[in-house]
């Protein structure tokens, strides 16, 4: 109790939180994007529950993951040696993730482009309930890729285990907030998902090279995420003006 207290007096444990609380919601950006494209393919009476479930997952597994920091941390130390290169657990984890996001992504943009609807889950009841398992498992699947690099980020910026649990609970939650307007207007936006796709096919890139040990500075990514979405913005506006 008496730690407790301590890091609630403290300043620097208070910026080291809100710190880490902007970086968890930032690395979750990814995360948030993934889940909406998944959930909008679900009818609309089922995206809700998918999200919260998704993003409850996401919570219990960096929380889960807290607990277990040492263990997490050794997760950097190489297990598998090919051509000369160590791999570690966190390294296999980041490349199957990275594999995943590109099969997915590549995979959605074949669907997109061959205008195949997806509205008819909502006529077939037993089709609808399997597509919302398929989705619950693959947010959890890249749910631990993601909670895995948070973790280690957390760790990596502060000692506090309640600043790290405390951070991650805000982030989720705000995340989880987040989660239902942006779904909506990618919904709504039909021109956002394919840009959305290619967001994920970059962080999948992001991550093969991370596990191949190529430090990749995310605010390269995020900025060009950034400046591609300000250009959709321009393109969206071009396009209400043309019809009014």
Partial sequence: MDVITA???????????????????????????????????????????????????????????????????????????????GFSWRDLILLAGGLFLLYKATTEIIESTDGKAHGDSDKKPQKAISGLASAIVQILLLDLVFSVDSILTAVGMTDHLPIMIVAVLIAV???????????????????????????????????????????????????????????EVLQMLRRKAAKD
């Avoid at 239902?180 to 999948?204: D, E, N, Q, T, Y």
């Fill in 7 to 85: 890091l609630i007096l403290d300043p620097a444990a208070w910026a080291a939180l809100l710190t880490l609380v902007v970086m968890e919601v930032v690395l979750g950006i990814d995360n948030l994007v993934f889940i909406s494209i998944l959930t909008n393919k679900l009818p609309e009476a089922q995206r809700p529950r998918a999200r919260a479930i998704g993003m409850f997952g996401a919570l219990a597994l960096r929380v889960a993951l807290l607990g277990s920091v040492f263990i997490i941390v050794s997760l950097k130390q190489p297990v598998l040696h090919l051509f000369g290169h």
């Fill in 173 to 231: 939650g705000l995340m989880f907030v987040a989660s239902g307007p942006i779904a909506a207007f990618i919904h709504k936006h039909p021109s956002v998902v394919m840009l959305a796709l290619g967001f994920l096919l970059m962080i999948g890139v992001m991550l093969i090279m991370e596990g191949f040990g190529q430090h990749v500075d995310k605010g390269y990514i995020y900025a060009a995420m950034a400046f591609a979405g300000f250009i």
